[in-house]
């Protein structure tokens, strides 16, 4: 007979010990034999696959034309995302490469601390959002100014555009807004392509919104590193999700007029903002300011109609004999399919739903903010500083698919924000903006779950 040996299953989803024969063990090194069950993580990952053609399939059921769906694009688009995926998530240099890129831009973020410590105190981060954060964003803005300045920015854009425009089929104008999303929030974005947005096609302006939806702009990225979210697995949801939202796109709204900028590489040269160095600087600052006076208005604001909302909603409950409805008991509920089709195990799918609901309804920095705190939750429990169940908490697996779903401005609040904001750029294309902006937005959540299903594939 031949030698048994016993492999320990590192993977803590699995936590068994098989008996394989060593013959059968070269063989299939590979596979994991079960005794009469599969795997958990390969079941997980199935559901992730199911959930990439079930959220492709809610695009094609919405498409405006099913039968001028270039299925190049989608499938080139996929293709993308998880070729970035695999590279972070199963290679283990990729990862480390990322994991160093993370961790410097997070120790690079920790150098806007010096300046909220002269203006505030020592004890600033006692108020991680008003004195940690926020001085982030500021700080960050006004570098991203600086690449700007330098032309930077603009190259690393127009490369990855082109990177589109040719695997994709994609037209110039479409795929540098998009790849500009990666950095930039979707008003500044098609700044890129100003002088042509006026002349763009329906389904131009639609993967345009698309991708302003899909992702999330650097400064509010660093406004998520700076309170615990990965830095590594924002920066990857954010490339990933720029062609996911192409793609999607295409399908939703396919392409059945003359562009302009098809399969071209447009100029992103565009008027020099400042005039110098300093000024750069300063205009960065002003603008990250402005930003930070949105988010922290936004915050109060929000926060406060959703207590109000769930006090309305905890009396009417009470009269029909459902004292736990709320908001975030609605959410859990309608959305948990959601969150399980993304690859969520199903134990966690209702606490993941509650943050897709903020996400969707509210906005993504709030849905970041208690997504740190489930990870908190599950910090607190295993340091033996509180037991187990006694607070709300999901696992590793399920906090990672939320980074990678939760990136992305695609709320119903952004759309008003991107109606206003491309419309100053080409105000006669403000009633076409208006009609796609629900369908844009959809869309962008679709764009970002399928990279949440990517994530969960390769995990």
């Not at 974005?189 to 042509?196: D, E, F, G, N, T």
């Not at 939806?213 to 999700?241: C, D, K, N, Q, W």
Request: aromatic share 10%; glycine share 10%; hydrophobic share 50%.
């Amino acid at each position: 007979m031949a030698e048994l040996v016993k492999i320990k299953i590192s993977n803590p989803n699995f936590g068994l010990t098989k008996n394989c024969s060593q013959e059968h063990l070269s063989k299939e090194r590979f596979k994991v034999i079960f005794e009469g069950r599969l795997s958990l993580s390969y079941m997980d990952r199935v559901v992730s696959l199911l959930g990439l053609f079930v959220f492709v399939g809610i695009a094609y059921l919405l498409s405006v034309d099913r039968t001028a769906i270039r299925w190049r694009t989608l499938l080139w688009g996929i293709a993308l995302q998880f070729g970035v995926g695999v590279v972070i998530l199963r290679l283990p240099g990729g990862y480390a490469v990322f994991k160093f890129i993370g961790d410097r831009v997070g120790d690079f973020l920790n150098f806007s601390d010096a300046g909220a410590r002269f203006v505030f105190g020592d004890s600033f981060q006692d108020h991680l959002i008003a004195f940690k954060v926020m001085p982030t964003i500021i700080f960050f803005c006004s570098f991203i100014t600086i690449l700007y300045y330098y032309g930077i920015l603009q190259r690393v854009v127009r490369w990855i555009a082109a990177l589109m425009v040719r695997s994709m089929g994609t037209s110039g104008g479409e795929s540098l807004s998009c790849a500009a999303n990666i950095f930039v929030g979707p008003v500044e974005a098609p700044l890129l392509i100003k002088p042509y947005v006026k002349d763009m096609t329906q389904s131009e302006l639609h993967a345009v919104m698309t991708g302003g939806f899909a992702t999330i702009a650097g400064g509010v990225m660093a406004a998520y590193i700076s309170f615990g979210i990965s830095a590594e697995h924002l920066i990857a949801a954010s490339v990933m999700s720029a062609p996911a939202a192409l793609a999607i796109s295409k399908v939703m709204y396919p392409e059945t007029e003359k562009s302009l900028t098809v399969g071209t590489n447009i100029n992103t040269e565009v008027e020099q903002p400042y005039i110098n160095l300093i000024d750069a600087v300063t205009s960065g600052a002003s603008e990250g300011m402005k930003l930070v006076l949105n988010i922290i208005a936004m915050l109060i604001a929000f926060l406060a109609l959703v207590a109000a909302f769930n006090s309305l909603l905890g009396w009417v409950g009470g009269l029909i004999g459902l004292p736990q409805l709320s908001l975030e008991w609605l959410f859990s509920l309608v959305l948990a399919p959601v969150a399980w089709l993304m690859g969520v195990p199903w134990a966690d799918a209702r606490q993941v739903a509650i943050l897709l609901g903020k996400k969707t309804i509210l906005n993504e920095f709030i849905a970041y903010l208690d997504l740190r705190t489930l990870a908190q939750n599950a910090q607190t429990i295993a340091a033996g500083k509180a037991a187990p169940g006694s607070l709300p908490t999901i696992s590793e697996r399920s906090q990672i698919i939320s980074t990678y779903a939760l990136c992305g401005f695609s709320s119903i609040s952004a759309i008003g924000i991107q109606i206003g904001g491309i419309g100053a750029i080409a105000p006669e294309r403000q009633h076409d903006l208006a009609r796609l902006g629900v369908r844009a937005m959809i869309g962008g959540s679709l764009a970002c779950f399928m990279t949440a299903c990517v994530a969960g594939i390769l995990l």
